[in-house]
């Protein structure tokens, strides 16, 4: 399995670009969610999914869209990029349990 | 509202010391805990989670947690440090469905030789 993957690995926008950052599980997880981590924050939670076309807002979903049309992925979709929006980006699932799976993150620039 | 500190930004230990790592929660009804662990370019890696039971919980890698809910805390320890152990340690907190997980700010490890 490869777990959580998340592309790309890096990505630089101008101010008022948009982009869409990928996240796929092949675990089977029903649950999944995208985080932002700033420097000394911790991670927020931006949007979450329970399943296939269910999502909801998580603490920080300003600026965001997500969508879940499968189970295996679920994207990040930035609309008019902001530089209030550089940080690095995790995508996590998980199943029954607790446990949350991380992707190794999206590290994104705004200029 | 549910939240949690880690006082600690920054801690330095020598190789071989012993490690407390710090960690304040605050939640309105049994909280679930857990301890990642984050190294340089990396997603986050889980070492260990309380649910219920024994206060006590052993995690991967030699690491161990105290839950106290007297004094509302999750303190991360490991008896001796090795250099492979430096990296960014975070405490989190959320409920028996943790779809609103809270993250501490995390605390850096440095291992001095």
């Not at chain 1, 948009?18 to 420097?39: E, I, V």
């Not at chain 1, 008019?80 to 620039?109: K, M």
């Not at chain 2, 301890?35 to 070492?47: C, F």
Request: glycine letters at 10%; proline letters at 5%.
């Amino acid at each position: 399995n490869a777990g959580v993957t998340q592309t790309p690995k890096f990505r630089i926008l101008k101010i008022g670009q948009s982009m869409t950052l990928q996240c796929t599980q092949d675990m089977n997880h029903n649950y999944m969610y995208w985080y932002r981590q700033d420097p000394g924050m911790g991670l927020k939670l931006i949007y979450y999914s329970v399943g296939a076309g269910i999502t909801d807002k998580g603490e920080v979903p300003n600026g965001y869209n997500v969508s879940r049309s499968t189970t295996e992925d679920f994207p990040l979709r930035l609309e008019l990029a902001a530089p209030s929006q550089t940080s690095v980006y995790f995508c996590a699932s998980r199943r029954d349990t607790n446990e949350q799976f991380f992707g190794p993150g999206t590290r994104l620039t705004v200029l | 509202a549910q939240s949690v500190t880690q006082p600690d930004i920054h801690i330095t230990v020598s190789e071989g010391a012993s490690l407390e790592l710090r960690c304040n929660y605050s939640y309105g009804a049994t909280p679930y805990l857990f301890w990642y662990v984050q190294s340089p370019g990396q997603g986050l890696q889980l070492l260990l989670k309380y649910f219920s039971g024994d206060t006590l919980v052993q995690g991967i890698k030699g690491f161990e947690a105290e839950f106290k809910r007297s004094q509302s805390s999750f303190n991360l320890r490991k008896p001796s440090v090795h250099w492979s152990d430096a990296a960014e340690y975070f405490c989190a907190v959320g409920g028996y469905n943790n779809n609103d997980m809270r993250f501490g700010a995390g605390t850096r490890l440095t291992v001095k030789p």
